[in-house]
């Protein structure tokens, strides 16, 4: 009897985890437009449940080496027109008394100054948290260089992401390492040293 009872209950357990999944899943299908509407302005969706959405809902999904560089290409045009073009912009975003945020450059060569993502872990690395901090403690172009240089550390990783999501071998990382190395750096651009 008591083994009896001791299925039962794993049986009844298993069913109910079962349950609490298949309503977790229908649950956060359902709802995640409107998580990432309400906490990343659509720009972000949740990755295990729906396709990856950039730049307001339109399908993104780099899964080529070229695909892959078209979008670093994109996002590091968005952050140097932000830290050049767009400067005195960028600067009056950038307020020490706000949160802690982050400067985001999109494959549509548009630009963002935002908090982080709310999701954990986020579907994309995050730039360099805080940026704004920093602002009023140092001369302007020592803190444009300072973002600049994050910026570049972020386009790496979130070109790199890419790769290693996709399954890119040794030869594509190697290429998409050297169509990345000939163009200038965000930092190089920004101090004027390309």
């Not at 999701?119 to 994309?124: F, G």
């Not at 302007?140 to 260089?145: F, N, P, R, T, V």
Request: charged fraction near 25%; include cysteine.
């Amino acid at each position: 009897l008591p083994d009896l009872c001791s299925l039962s209950l794993r049986i009844c357990c298993t069913a109910l985890l079962f349950s609490y999944k298949i309503v977790l899943s229908l649950y956060l299908s359902l709802s995640a437009p409107i998580l990432s509407l309400k906490f990343r302005s659509a720009r972000l969706s949740l990755s295990t449940i729906c396709p990856l959405r950039m730049d307001g809902g339109a399908q993104y999904n780099p899964r080529t080496v070229e695909e892959v560089f078209r979008d670093f290409k994109g996002r590091r045009a968005g952050l140097i027109k932000a830290l050049t073009t767009d400067v005195e912009d960028f600067y009056q975003q950038c307020d020490p008394e706000k949160e802690n945020l982050c400067l985001y450059g999109f494959p549509s060569e548009q630009w963002e100054v935002n908090l982080p993502a709310e999701e954990v872990p986020p579907e994309l690395p995050e730039p360099a948290l805080g940026i704004n901090f920093a602002r009023d403690g140092m001369q302007e172009k020592d803190w444009l260089a300072l973002v600049a240089v994050h910026s570049d550390a972020w386009l790496l990783s979130v070109a790199f992401y890419f790769g290693a999501r996709f399954g890119f071998d040794k030869a594509d990382r190697r290429r998409l390492f050297n169509m990345i190395n000939e163009l200038p750096t965000i930092f190089e651009v920004v101090t004027g040293t390309a």
